[in-house]
Protein backbone atom coordinates (compact mmCIF):
# COMPACT_ATOMS: atom_id res chain seq x y z
CA UNK A 1 0.00 0.00 0.00
CA UNK A 2 1.14 3.50 -0.76
CA UNK A 3 0.38 4.84 2.45
CA UNK A 4 3.48 2.87 3.86
CA UNK A 5 5.95 3.73 1.65
CA UNK A 6 9.42 5.59 2.47
CA UNK A 7 10.35 8.15 0.22
CA UNK A 8 13.59 9.69 -0.52
CA UNK A 9 13.58 13.52 -0.12
CA UNK A 10 16.39 15.60 -1.41
CA UNK A 11 17.38 18.69 0.53
CA UNK A 12 16.78 21.81 -1.27
CA UNK A 13 19.29 23.89 0.69
CA UNK A 14 21.88 21.80 1.70
CA UNK A 15 21.36 18.32 -0.64
CA UNK A 16 20.90 16.13 1.49
CA UNK A 17 18.86 12.78 0.53
CA UNK A 18 16.30 12.62 3.78
CA UNK A 19 13.92 9.21 3.83
CA UNK A 20 10.82 10.55 4.79
CA UNK A 21 7.60 8.34 5.89
CA UNK A 22 4.62 8.92 3.35
CA UNK A 23 2.35 7.86 6.10
CA UNK A 24 3.40 10.59 8.09
CA UNK A 25 3.16 13.34 5.45
CA UNK A 26 -0.61 11.59 4.87
CA UNK A 27 -1.23 12.58 8.73
CA UNK A 28 -0.19 16.15 7.66
CA UNK A 29 3.50 16.27 9.22
CA UNK A 30 5.76 18.51 7.26
CA UNK A 31 8.88 16.62 7.47
CA UNK A 32 12.10 18.97 8.21
CA UNK A 33 15.79 17.72 6.65
CA UNK A 34 17.48 15.99 9.15
CA UNK A 35 20.57 17.63 8.70
CA UNK A 36 19.63 21.33 8.54
CA UNK A 37 15.98 21.59 9.66
CA UNK A 38 15.35 22.94 6.54
CA UNK A 39 11.06 22.13 5.58
CA UNK A 40 11.10 19.83 2.38
CA UNK A 41 8.97 20.28 -0.26
CA UNK A 42 6.58 16.85 -0.57
CA UNK A 43 5.08 16.47 -3.55
CA UNK A 44 1.25 15.82 -2.32
CA UNK A 45 -0.96 12.72 -3.13
CA UNK A 46 -4.16 11.61 -3.01
CA UNK A 47 -4.62 10.49 0.40
CA UNK A 48 -5.90 7.24 0.89
CA UNK A 49 -9.48 6.72 2.71
CA UNK A 50 -11.07 3.55 3.90
CA UNK A 51 -14.07 2.69 5.73
CA UNK A 52 -12.47 3.70 9.46
CA UNK A 53 -11.11 6.90 8.20
CA UNK A 54 -13.97 8.60 5.90
CA UNK A 55 -15.90 10.16 8.30
CA UNK A 56 -12.96 11.69 9.69
CA UNK A 57 -11.34 12.31 6.37
CA UNK A 58 -14.08 13.27 4.42
CA UNK A 59 -17.76 13.72 6.35
CA UNK A 60 -15.98 15.76 8.77
CA UNK A 61 -13.05 17.45 6.53
CA UNK A 62 -13.26 21.46 6.67
CA UNK A 63 -12.07 21.28 2.85
CA UNK A 64 -14.51 20.06 -0.03
CA UNK A 65 -13.10 16.57 -0.98
CA UNK A 66 -13.01 14.92 -4.34
CA UNK A 67 -13.22 11.22 -3.64
CA UNK A 68 -11.99 8.92 -6.22
CA UNK A 69 -13.80 5.65 -5.64
CA UNK A 70 -11.72 2.64 -7.23
CA UNK A 71 -10.57 -0.60 -7.22
CA UNK A 72 -7.24 -2.40 -8.09
CA UNK A 73 -8.85 -4.86 -11.30
CA UNK A 74 -11.04 -1.44 -13.10
CA UNK A 75 -8.45 -0.66 -15.70
CA UNK A 76 -10.42 2.74 -16.53
CA UNK A 77 -9.97 3.59 -12.62
CA UNK A 78 -6.17 2.81 -13.48
CA UNK A 79 -6.33 5.33 -16.42
CA UNK A 80 -7.62 7.66 -14.01
CA UNK A 81 -5.56 7.88 -11.30
CA UNK A 82 -2.31 9.66 -12.58
CA UNK A 83 -5.01 12.44 -13.33
CA UNK A 84 -6.62 12.08 -9.58
CA UNK A 85 -2.76 12.41 -8.38
CA UNK A 86 -2.12 15.40 -10.35
CA UNK A 87 -5.11 16.94 -9.00
CA UNK A 88 -4.37 16.29 -5.23
CA UNK A 89 -0.90 18.26 -5.92
CA UNK A 90 -2.59 21.23 -8.01
CA UNK A 91 -5.47 21.36 -5.90
CA UNK A 92 -3.04 21.53 -2.32
CA UNK A 93 -4.91 23.37 0.63
CA UNK A 94 -7.97 24.18 -1.48
CA UNK A 95 -9.92 20.50 -2.11
CA UNK A 96 -9.11 17.59 -0.15
CA UNK A 97 -8.16 14.70 -2.83
CA UNK A 98 -8.99 11.31 -1.63
CA UNK A 99 -9.50 7.81 -2.67
CA UNK A 100 -11.35 4.33 -1.82
CA UNK A 101 -10.82 1.17 -2.53
CA UNK A 102 -14.17 0.56 -3.07
CA UNK A 103 -13.46 -4.04 -2.83
CA UNK A 104 -11.29 -3.11 0.78
CA UNK A 105 -14.14 -0.74 1.84
CA UNK A 106 -17.57 -1.78 1.08
CA UNK A 107 -19.32 -0.10 3.34
CA UNK A 108 -18.52 3.40 2.35
CA UNK A 109 -18.83 2.49 -1.26
CA UNK A 110 -22.66 0.59 -0.12
CA UNK A 111 -23.30 3.70 1.80
CA UNK A 112 -23.54 5.84 -1.50
CA UNK A 113 -24.41 3.46 -4.01
CA UNK A 114 -21.36 3.15 -5.79
CA UNK A 115 -22.21 1.16 -8.97
CA UNK A 116 -19.74 1.54 -11.19
CA UNK A 117 -15.94 2.72 -10.94
CA UNK A 118 -14.60 4.70 -11.44
CA UNK A 119 -17.08 7.19 -9.74
CA UNK A 120 -15.56 10.70 -8.07
CA UNK A 121 -17.98 11.81 -5.56
CA UNK A 122 -17.73 15.98 -4.37
CA UNK A 123 -18.20 16.23 -0.38
CA UNK A 124 -19.18 19.79 0.62
CA UNK A 125 -19.68 19.85 4.77
CA UNK A 126 -20.17 16.09 4.55
CA UNK A 127 -22.56 16.42 2.03
CA UNK A 128 -22.67 14.66 -1.44
CA UNK A 129 -22.44 17.80 -3.28
CA UNK A 130 -21.12 16.39 -7.37
CA UNK A 131 -20.85 12.98 -8.79
CA UNK A 132 -19.33 11.68 -11.98
CA UNK A 133 -19.19 8.13 -13.34
CA UNK A 134 -16.46 7.50 -15.23
CA UNK A 135 -12.78 8.74 -16.57
CA UNK A 136 -12.80 12.21 -16.94
CA UNK A 137 -10.61 14.48 -18.15
CA UNK A 138 -8.63 16.52 -15.62
CA UNK A 139 -10.36 20.16 -17.28
CA UNK A 140 -13.75 18.48 -17.20
CA UNK A 141 -12.98 17.44 -12.91
CA UNK A 142 -11.50 21.01 -12.65
CA UNK A 143 -14.76 22.48 -13.87
CA UNK A 144 -17.01 20.76 -11.52
CA UNK A 145 -14.55 21.58 -9.02
CA UNK A 146 -14.51 25.76 -9.47
CA UNK A 147 -17.66 26.63 -7.54
CA UNK A 148 -16.38 25.38 -4.11
ZN1 LIG B 1 19.02 20.15 4.55
Do not use: Y
Not at 26 to 38: N, R
Not at 104 to 127: C, H, Q, R, W, Y
Request: a neutral charge; aromatic letters at 4%.
Amino acid sequence: MASSEVIEVKCPSCKAINRVSRIKVDSGLKPKCGKCKELLPMAKEALVVTDATFEQEVEKSSLPVLLDCWAPWCGPCRMLAPTIEELAEEMDGTIKVAKLNVDDNPKTASKFGIMSIPTLLVFKGGEIVDRMVGVQPKASIKEHLKDL
